[in-house]
């Protein structure tokens, strides 16, 4: 009877046992559900609070920083996903690595100093009025132009007028999207540039010159500077690829490297808001900048309709048939395509980032305009790197308000978070494209990928027919592809062999895409002084 009355209490000890350990599990597991219920719903950052775009008199130069204040995330970050999701350098394997790793820049650095030839600019001539023209970048590169025209033909050059007249209609000033005083300042040992033109020759004489596609120093020095004896004033009409880009003297291609890296700034306020939303993409580790270029301009231009619908293709054309300035109206979109000249697709974007190897949770900033068809045509990309961020989505409204509708200081914003990026993807080689492929080039060779779109829609085609399938051979041959395409150092492409008059110039590499050898010098790096940072831009 004893014995049994034992056995009854080790039965009864051992189910006690079994409850405690049963309820322990049950409170640890719940505690873990509520910790993650709990951190779903904080803001993105891990610390409480998030920058703020500063107003004017709150920005203070440190160095060559710039400082803000503080406020609350804005409320629609907790829309994203937390930065747990993160890429953790410790768990990737050397193939992710890879993916992220420059290129070796062979010892290449900027070498923008003038020669010891090299005077201050000489008593001016007359006075050089600039009209800009086409986009952004498009602007850019010319205004750094024309400052180095200005040069040679001893000219007072009067701050460029933006273009306020093309697709964007963009009413921006000089002064809203650049420093305006850092501009004058910095070239003030190159050129003389004045704000407006004194009151007392608005009636002087001047001329309006387009002046020649891609024309050398002779040009000039001989026809332009020519006009000082019958002019005061010479306007140029259009900015835009007036410099030749190649077989001038260094130290007028030093004089370009120098006006666009360093003399043109954006505003204050730009660089602000672009270094804080370079922040904000950091804090979820290295990411990809995607120059997505799939919006409704371009491809109305282009004539591109792959992957519309019938109505969509219809409106891109009656877009295209109604733009006066646009030559070519007939366009065969398949043609087109197949030869590599259409901005590859979303859906196509998303097949190439896979094919190269990064994960679906690498971080990726679109850095473009209202993409055409909105979610239709990101749902595929989507739904391959769901941790896709813009300018709308981690800066709040009141943040973005003063640019919004400023479409040259929006692709502003777009060019400093694509230049800081650990990687660069353009899906077509426009203006933004080139431009900010030059600037990483100027850098130090940041990681810059040039998709090879013809090789690439002939590989997503055999996809779409079933005669090869997504996996290890197609990826292999994407990677094989690319692998000298990955912004690596080398010496600009000169005119394609065979080319005459305007189309060898035309098939040039552009100055501004590559600026070896004429900007960057391989040397010694312990013997490096002379270079710039992305704090100069």
């Not at 602007?139 to 697709?167: Q, W, Y």
């Not at 097949?351 to 190269?356: A, D, E, P, V």
């Amino acid at each position: 009877m004893l014995k049994r009355k034992n056995n009854r209490s080790i039965s009864l000890i051992r189910t006690v046992i079994s409850c405690t350990i049963f309820v322990i599990s049950i409170a640890t597991l719940l505690s873990v559900h509520l910790h993650i219920f709990l951190y779903s719903k904080v803001p993105v950052f891990s610390d409480p609070t998030a920058y703020k775009l500063p107003s004017q008199h709150e920005i203070g130069h440190h160095g060559s920083e710039l400082s803000w204040t503080q406020e609350l995330t804005p409320p629609q970050f907790s829309k994203l996903p937390p930065p747990s999701q993160k890429l953790n350098a410790a768990n990737r394997n050397r193939d992710i690595d890879k993916l992220w790793k420059a290129p070796q820049n062979k010892d290449f650095v900027p070498c923008v100093d003038p020669s010891p030839e090299y005077s201050l600019p000489t008593e001016s001539r007359g006075y050089l009025l600039v009209h800009t023209n086409g986009g952004l970048n498009q602007m850019r590169a010319g205004i750094c132009d024309m400052v180095a025209v200005a040069r040679i033909i001893n000219a007072t050059l009067v701050v460029p007028e933006l273009d306020k007249r093309s697709f964007w209609q963009d009413t921006s000033n000089f002064s809203d999207v650049f420093d305006l005083n850092h501009f004058i300042s910095a070239l003030a040992n190159d050129v003389k540039i004045i704000k407006k033109l004194p009151k007392e020759l608005a009636t002087a004489t001047r001329a309006v010159k387009h002046f020649r596609s891609w024309s050398g120093i002779e040009y000039y020095q001989d026809e332009i500077a020519r006009m000082w004896e019958d002019y005061q004033i010479i306007r140029a009409a259009k900015s835009d690829s007036r410099l030749a880009n190649n077989n001038l003297p260094p130290d007028i291609q030093k004089l370009r490297c120098r006006t666009l890296y360093g003399a043109l700034r954006f505003s204050p306020r730009i660089e602000a808001m672009g270094k804080l939303l370079v922040e904000r993409m950091r804090s979820y580790g290295p990411y990809i900048a995607l120059h997505l270029r799939y919006e409704k301009d371009m491809l109305a231009f282009s004539g591109c309709t792959h992957g519309l619908s019938a109505d969509e293709a219809d409106e891109l054309t009656l877009i295209r048939e109604n733009t006066p300035h646009w030559k070519v109206k007939d366009i065969d979109s398949r043609e087109q395509r197949s030869k590599g000249y259409c901005p590859l697709t979303p859906k196509e974007v998303g097949m190439f980032l896979t094919g190269l190897g990064y994960p679906s949770n690498t971080p990726i900033y679109i850095a473009a305009g209202e993409i055409y068809g909105g979610d239709n045509h990101m749902a595929h990309l989507l739904s391959r790197f769901p941790l896709i961020m813009s300018k709308e989505k981690i800066a709040s409204v009141e943040e973005l308000e003063p640019f919004i509708s400023h479409a040259s200081q929006m692709a502003a914003l777009d060019y400093i978070v694509s230049v800081e990026s650990d990687v660069f993807i353009p899906s077509y080689s426009g203006n933004m494209a080139r431009a900010v492929e030059g600037h990483r080039r100027f850098l130090g060779h940041r990681k810059t990928f040039s998709p090879d779109r013809k090789a690439l829609v002939h590989l997503f085609d055999r996809v779409e027919r079933g005669s090869l399938k997504e996996g290890k051979k197609l990826s292999d041959q994407i990677v094989e592809i690319h692998r000298r395409r990955q912004g690596s150092p080398r010496k600009r492409k000169g005119p394609i062999s065979g080319t005459r008059g305007m189309e060898r110039f035309r098939s040039e590499e552009a100055f501004y895409v590559n600026p070896l050898p004429d900007c960057l010098c391989q040397m010694d790096p312990a013997n490096i002084n002379n270079s710039y940072t992305s704090s100069n831009r």
